[in-house]
Every structure is written in structure tokens, then in C-alpha cells.
């Protein structure tokens, strides 16, 4: 056995999922914080425009359009010491830390085009350190087994982490604003306290998955950039995938409106809503492992989307009590952990299939335009809500004052939040079920590009 290769029967160390798990709490931050405070920070707190804070968060896709796929080739590419994935890993947790806190520590310019400025450059930075750590580390899952049974159960650990970060971002961030004031100060500290807590998560999982030896059987060859589409189960999960990220950003980047106009301005609605959340997603991660044991990865992940796209549309029964809220949040806890286990388990099964199949080792450019994606979604879904307030004609500006807003701003924003969002993550359904179809008659393989085929048959020529 070469000292690449290990048994599938166990995980790669006692500690590996554990600390491969503490990774995701960068992760869960990235995607939730700023989800739920910029649009609300950049509007409420800068008055800036909602159109143009929308477009603004729009705006770092361009350059991540051709970063993140290049990224996950260069991963692939990379030989250290310290291995492939590790280095950069360790470079993304450094940049994310900096430019984190930067994005929260805009500037009040003479003029908001210059804010927004600022904003949109420290985000771009934000989620180019998100990149550089999250690719590899999403890539490692793939390689350390060929087992999917183990996978499953360190995706599990990660998925349970995870919650925990979600717990952070989406309660103790909002609460440490409402503490300190809700005015930029407020921002500042939460920036700080939260982008340490992030670092210290994608630090432990850049040392704690040190020496494990990979699953390297296979050839390495460089491959076309948009590649891993020609794997329709690939293609067609990722194209769920950035639905259900839409679906999840319009949501969350309304809530604090929702909360401010519609339950009271009651500063602790948001914190408790992640905190029942949170609870329930970590309670319930392991049932979800045992149903997928059972009715498989894919039919488990339909019922969780189903189950999501319901929990969303019931709070809508918010503006109903304090009952209707528990009730979505209950069924929002259960969903999540389905919902967050299976997008990043499934993808796993994926890519060593194709590098059975291919014999080709692509894991980085798979986990490159997967992370493409969750960005694109998330992006596209914040956009969305900033779109919708702007031509709803909701006054922005107001701090944590209560501003007059005109019934129609109103009925957009509790729409958004439950049932527009809702129908957007059923949408997602028969993508999955697509890529379970081409799944199960795995046929693809990765062709390479004439120019490749040239090379390579050059260097057998060479040899000969």
C-alpha cells in the first residue's frame, strides 16, 4: 500500500472530522452574516439606495465568475510541503479575517456612491479569502476516503458545526449590534468579534487535517475550466444548488426588515429565530444520516427541500403571534440539517465516481465551480431583495427608527420573506431529481479539449 492509500473501514484519524468540521464555521459566517446584516447595513445604516446595495452585492461575481473555477485547477495543480490544499486554506482564513471586518467599517463618505465603494471592495476581498480557504477544504472531503458511508458521517460532523456557525452569525452577530446601539459602532464590534471566531474555526481545520494521507490513485491532468459540467449529475445538482441559495439569501437579507416592520422592531426576533434554529438542526443532523441510510442521499435531500420550501412559507404566520413564529422556525431546524448534509455530501459521491470513472483527479475544479455557485446563489437572492425594495419604494436611511413606508413596501417585504422565497426552493426539485436520474446511469466523463489531447499524445511520442 502506498502512503497515499488507506482502508475505507474507518475515518483518517479520531480528530479528523472533528477538526475538519470546525472548518465550516468560516463557512456558515460568510454565507449568513452578511446575508442578514449588509443589505439592512448598507441601506439602514449607510443610506445607501436598495437598488444600488443590491447591485452592489452583485457586483464581486463578475471577478468570482473567473476566480473560484481557476482556483479549484490551481488547487489540483498545487504541490507543497504542506500539501495541495492546506496552504491555501491557511492564505483564505488570513484574508477573510481582514477583510471582513474592513466591510463593516465603511467609512460615512460625503456621498454614498463612494460608501458603496468600499463596501463592495471589501466584500469582493471577503469572498475572495472565502474561496481561497473553502475550495480546497471542500475538496478534501472528497479525498480522504472512498468510502460514502464515511463521508456521509464526516459531512455529518461538518453539517453540525455548521449549525453552530449559523448559530453565531445569525444570533450572537444581530445580538451584538442590538446590544451596542444598532448604530455603526455596534457594526464594528460585531465585525471584530465575529471575523476572530471565523479565523479561529478555518485555523483549526488548516491544523487538525495535517498528515492524512489522501486518496491519490489517480493521474492528475489539467482540464477544461467548466469541465465538471459535462457531469450531468454535477450540472444538474449545482443547478439546485444555486436555487436553493437564492431562495435562502432573499429570505435571510429580509428578515431584519421583516423583524423591524412587521414583529415589533423587537431586536431579540432575529437572534431567536437562528437560536431555535440552530438547536433543532443540530438535534436533528443524525436523523437525517439515518434516513439517508434508508431511502438514499437524494430522496432524503427532496424531503428536506420540501420541508424547507414549508418552513419558509409559514412565516408568513409570524405577523400571527409568537406561535406561528415557533411553528416555521420548528420546521425550519429539521429542514436545515437535511438541507445542509445532503448539498455537501452529495457532491463528495459525486466527483469520486467521476474519478473512477475518468481516472482523472478534478476534485478541485468540481469543488471550484460548486463554491462558484453558492456564491452566485447567494448573491443573486440578496440582489433580489435589495431589486424589490427599491421598486417596492421603501425609504431607506432610518437607522433604528421606525420610518413611514407605504403599504406596498410592506406587503413586499413580508411576501419576500416567506412565500416568494418558498416557491424559488421548490423550484429546485426537479434539478435534483435530474441529477439522481444521471446519477444512477453514471455514463459521463470528462473529455479533454483538442488542445490537451494534442499535448498528451506529443509526450507519448516524445517517449517513444
Known amino acids: 500500500m502506498s502512503q497515499y492509500q488507506q482502508t475505507a473501514s474507518s475515518l483518517p484519524t479520531r480528530w479528523f472530522a472533528p477538526a475538519y468540521g470546525m472548518g465550516s464555521l468560516g463557512p456558515a459566517i460568510f454565507i449568513l452574516t452578511p446575508q442578514i446584516l449588509l443589505l439592512f447595513f448598507m441601506t439602514e445604516i449607510l443610506a445607501i439606495p436598495p437598488g444600488a ?69 471589501f466584500y469582493t476581498l471577503t469572498s475572495t479569502g472565502y474561496s481561497l480557504f473553502t475550495v480546497p477544504y471542500a475538496t478534501l472531503l472528497a479525498e480522504v476516503t472512498e468510502d460514502p458511508h464515511i463521508r456521509t458521517r464526516i459531512a455529518a460532523w461538518r453539517s453540525a458545526i455548521l449549525a453552530l456557525g449559523f448559530l453565531l452569525a445569525g444570533a450572537l452577530a444581530p445580538w451584538v449590534v442590538a446590544t451596542y446601539g444598532g448604530d455603526y459602532h455596534a457594526y464594528r464590534i460585531m465585525a471584530v468579534l465575529i471575523a476572530l471566531i471565523a479565523f479561529t474555526g478555518m485555523m483549526s481545520a488548516v491544523i487538525g487535517t495535517g498528515g492524512i494521507p489522501l486518496q491519490q490513485k489517480h ?26 441559495m437564492m431562495s435562502v439569501a432573499l429570505s435571510t437579507a429580509m428578515l431584519p426588515f421583516y423583524s423591524k416592520y412587521w414583529l415589533g422592531n423587537d431586536p431579540t426576533v432575529v437572534p431567536s429565530i437562528f437560536l431555535g434554529l440552530t438547536l433543532l438542526t443540530v438535534a436533528t443532523t443524525w436523523c437525517w444520516t439515518y434516513l439517508a441510510r434508508r431511502l438514499g442521499k437524494y430522496h432524503s435531500f427532496m424531503i428536506a427541500t420540501v420541508l424547507y420550501g414549508l418552513a419558509t412559507a409559514a412565516l408568513w404566520l409570524a405577523i400571527y403571534g409568537a406561535a406561528g413564529l415557533w411553528f416555521a ?20 459521491d459525486i466527483i469520486a465516481k467521476q474519478r473512477q470513472s475518468s481516472g482523472i483527479e478534478s476534485e478541485g475544479a468540481f469543488t471550484g465551480l460548486w463554491i462558484w455557485g453558492e456564491k452566485i446563489g447567494l448573491a443573486l437572492g440578496a ?54 436520474r444521471y446519477m444512477q446511469d453514471f455514463k459521463d466523463k470528462i473529455t479533454l479539449t483538442e488542445i490537451e489531447t494534442q499535448y498528451i499524445d506529443r509526450l507519448k511520442g516524445e517517449k517513444n
Open 53 to 121: 446595495a443590491g447591485i452592489g452585492i452583485l457586483i464581486p461575481k463578475i471577478w468570482e465568475l473567473i476566480f473560484d473555477p481557476l482556483l479549484g485547477r490551481w488547487s489540483d495543480r498545487l504541490n507543497t510541503r504542506w500539501g495541495r490544499r492546506r496552504p491555501l486554506m491557511a492564505v483564505g482564513a488570513v484574508v477573510f479575517l481582514m477583510a471582513f471586518m474592513m466591510m463593516f467599517f465603511a467609512p460615512n463618505l460625503a456621498h454614498w456612491q463612494s460608501t458603496l465603494l468600499w463596501v463592495v471592495l
Open 219 to 244: 493521474k492528475r491532468q489539467q482540464i477544461a475550466l467548466l469541465a465538471p459540467f459535462q457531469n450531468r449529475a454535477f450540472r444538474w445538482l449545482w443547478i439546485a444548488f444555486v436555487i436553493q
Open 329 to 348: 422556525i420548528f420546521i425550519f431546524g429539521i429542514a436545515n440539517a437535511g438541507q445542509q448534509l445532503f448539498c455537501f455530501a452529495i457532491v463528495p
Open 383 to 436: 440582489g433580489l431583495a435589495g431589486l424589490i425594495l427599491q421598486v417596492a419604494g421603501f425609504r431607506q436611511g432610518s437607522g433604528n427608527a421606525l420610518l413611514e413606508q407605504s403599504h406596498g413596501a410592506l406587503l413586499a417585504v413580508a411576501y419576500s420573506v416567506s412565500f416568494l422565497a418558498a416557491v424559488i426552493c421548490v423550484l429546485s426539485l426537479p434539478a435534483i431529481w435530474l441529477s439522481k
